[in-house]
């Protein structure tokens, strides 16, 4: 069976959840002697050394079956690309690769139609899409978050999204959700990383007999439990993740702050993470000012560690620092990553009480979770965590492992060939 996955960038040009799921799942179908994947990574104008000329699909750093599609003239509105060339040369890459699967991890960058293009290039193609967010219904990033007042949003409608992107007629979101449909039309099976994600998807007017749950997998790492602190505190706290708004670092920093003026400073946070630039501008001013005061700070004076971007073998020294990992995000968060990460090194999770880290979590038995997007709520979990005796052990005890990558490539390969769908979409 030959399978292409189409990615969101490449794992090693940006870090990103999707792009790192895609990325395993390309290892770990490479293990199996019956399968033969080739990734087509996209990657846009932030890596413009690796644009050639003329060209719109070319290797990647000389590894077999590893291509970067060549982004160009995106439309950022429709989801779209605006390139003739490029469908031309995507076309022209599906006839030379002809593949039985066509797994799309993402759209962004490459473009919604490029679904119909696979359906019209290779007519008898399997068409599976996993959905990492919820772009699809959302255009304020596919994160389904009011921008009037900053909360969860339920239910997309043309008016809610007018209302959270006026610049926009409620016709054309109405429009926009026709264009999706219409495109998502030429998918055999979605899958999600998540299973509340299905009836959000549901409740927009997809069939839920097209969805099956299909979990993120890692590869198994021995767990290391850190050392405890003088005294046995288990103070010291780690971020792992893009410094954009939907991280909800700001919360975390906020939470610092709250700390420290109640007279709380017998703890540590390592903030590890890069891509900064995505955030909006008012939150990477934030951020920024908040380090730089940070860093103005004598050394002993400090709390907050900014250790900055990091590759997949860091991983393990970094998290090697912490006892603890900080979620805070402020949208569903749809899987997290990071808690597989953190709980593959023997860390408990404090994270947002919603969506993926929800699920997954079971408060009290194998991490705490707090009120989304509520600093004060944060930084009480916080001093419990560094002040309650036992509980760190407790937590840590209570850890599951994570799902591995075998498990993943098996899930998907069950997807591929149709075994147990319908059953795994109940």
Same mark, same amino acid.
Do not use: Q, S, W
């Given at each position: 069976m030959k399978v292409l996955l189409v990615s969101l960038y490449h794992p090693e040009l940006v870090r990103g959840g999707a792009q790192t799921v895609a990325y395993e799942l390309f290892q770990g179908l490479r293990e199996r002697p019956d399968v033969e994947p080739v990734l087509l990574a996209s990657i846009d104008q932030s890596s413009p050394a690796l644009y050639k000329s003329g060209a719109r699909i070319t290797g990647f750093d000389g590894r077999p079956d590893e291509y970067l599609l060549l982004t160009q003239e995106y439309d950022y509105v429709w989801e779209k690309s605006g390139s003739v060339l490029l469908a031309e &040369?995507? &076309?022209?890459?599906?006839?030379?690769? !002809?593949?039985? #699967? #066509?797994?799309?991890?993402?759209? $962004? *960058?490459?473009?919604?139609?490029? $679904? *119909? $293009?696979? @359906? @019209?290039?290779?007519?008898?193609? !399997?068409? #599976?899409? *996993? &959905?990492?967010?919820?772009? *699809?219904?959302?255009? &304020?990033?596919?994160?389904?978050? @009011?921008r009037t007042d900053a909360s969860l949003c339920s239910r997309a409608s043309a008016v809610r999204c007018h209302q959270c992107l006026p610049d926009r007629a409620p016709e054309h979101y109405f429009m926009r959700e026709m264009w999706m449909k219409r495109h998502l039309e030429a998918v055999d099976i979605f899958t999600t990383p998540s299973r509340f994600m299905i009836g959000q998807f549901e409740n927009w007017g997809l069939e839920r007999s097209k969805f099956v749950h299909v979990t993120n997998g890692l590869l198994p790492r021995g767990v290391q439990p850190p050392a405890a602190s003088a005294g046995g505190r288990r103070n010291r706290f780690g971020f792992f993740a893009q410094l954009v708004d939907a991280k909800g670092l700001h919360v975390l920093l906020q939470a610092v702050t709250l700390l420290r003026a109640s007279g709380f400073n017998d703890f540590i946070v390592e903030i590890n993470g890069d891509n900064i630039q995505f955030a909006t501008p008012a939150r990477r001013r934030e951020i920024e000012d908040f380090l730089a005061a940070e860093e103005a700070l004598p050394l002993a004076a400090r709390n907050v560690i900014f250790n900055g971007s990091y590759h997949h073998d860091q991983l393990r020294g970094r998290m090697a620092r912490v006892d603890w990992v900080v979620v805070p995000s402020v949208w569903w968060e749809i899987f997290c990553l990071v808690i597989s990460e953190a709980w593959s090194f023997g860390r408990p999770v404090i994270a947002s009480n919603v969506g993926g880290p929800a699920e997954r979590i079971t408060d009290g038995v194998d991490g705490l979770l707090f009120e989304m997007g509520d600093a004060r709520a944060l930084a009480e979990t916080i001093r419990r965590a560094c002040t309650e005796k036992g509980l760190w052990d407790s937590l840590a005890a209570g850890i599951t492992p994570p799902a591995s990558r075998a498990e993943m490539v098996a899930g998907f390969l069950e997807v591929y060939e149709g075994v147990n769908v319908s059953a795994a979409a109940a």
């Open positions: &040369a995507y &076309a022209e890459f599906l006839l030379l690769i !002809k593949p039985d #699967v #066509v797994h799309f991890h993402h759209f $962004l *960058t490459i473009g919604i139609d490029f $679904l *119909t $293009l696979t @359906r @019209r290039v290779l007519p008898e193609v !399997k068409i #599976v899409f *996993t &959905a990492h967010e919820f772009l *699809t219904i959302c255009p &304020a990033n596919g994160h389904m978050v @009011r």
